[in-house]
């Protein structure tokens, strides 16, 4: 399978914790992305790192990629109840298993 | 709100039917994407369209047939399905770009049920 693995597949935190994720890709890339999907809805583009990027922020977000070990981590600082939802990250239109992450208020 | 209108949002449907998913845009994106997505399971790729011709095929069954008839839509015909194609199909959208996968802008899907 070219598919991506994240761990863990479920993670449940209280508000205001940070939530970290990983993700472990096979080929080499040009980028990587992470989306968000909320139960029953469509992905939602969170952020692009490129490969000769190290780390990148975006407001509570921060994505971390090494290309040597061909892995990435999202973390969410100060987590909400409105950031419960499934995490993917994507390389070539191929998303990773995904986390669900359930923020509890 | 999504930029990304599917229609129906929910489908429910026999196996000798036939029936169609649309997909609209209006981010003037040349890339549309087809996928097909299981509960508790990641998105899978179905069809790239690329400046209205079709650029990937991920070996998907000829019941699914995808059409681009102008940048802004994208229809997905089906026939013939079988129960293990119930399903969320997800359309998006992006700029199209050579050798760089660029973000996508996704629909929140039509919920497709085989009877």
């Known amino acids: 399978s070219q598919q991506g693995e994240e761990d863990p597949q479920a993670l449940s935190i209280q508000e205001g914790e940070n939530a970290t994720m990983n993700c472990s890709y096979k080929?080499?890339?040009?980028?990587l992305q992470w989306y968000r999907q909320n139960s029953g809805r469509g992905l939602v583009h969170l952020i692009l790192?490129?490969?000769?990027?190290r780390e990148k922020h975006s407001g509570r977000l921060r994505v971390t990629l090494d290309t040597s070990k061909k892995s990435s981590s999202l973390l969410i600082t100060a987590s909400r109840a409105a950031d419960t939802a499934s995490y993917f990250c994507?390389?070539?239109?191929?998303f990773g298993t995904g986390t669900r992450l359930k923020v509890l208020a | 709100d999504t930029e990304v209108t599917q229609t129906p949002k929910h489908l429910v449907m026999g196996m000798t039917n036939k029936k169609s998913l649309k997909c609209e845009q209006h981010?003037?994106?040349?890339?549309m994407y087809w996928y097909k997505q299981k509960a508790k399971k990641p998105p899978e790729l179905m069809f790239v369209?690329?400046?209205?011709?079709?650029?990937i095929n991920e070996s998907v069954p000829s019941r699914f047939s995808p059409e681009c008839p102008n940048s802004s839509l994208l229809n997905l015909h089906l026939h013939a399905l079988q129960p293990e194609d119930s399903a969320l199909y997800l359309c998006?959208?992006?700029?199209?770009?050579?050798?760089?996968?660029?973000?996508?802008?996704f629909g929140d899907g039509t919920r497709l049920s085989i009877l």
């Open positions: 981010m003037g994106h040349r890339a």
């Open positions: 080929t080499s890339i040009n980028n």
């Open positions: 790192i490129r490969s000769n990027e």
């Open positions: 369209y690329s400046y209205e011709k079709l650029s």
């Open positions: 998006a959208s992006s700029q199209p770009r050579t050798g760089s996968n660029q973000p996508q802008h």
């Open positions: 994507a390389t070539q239109h191929i």
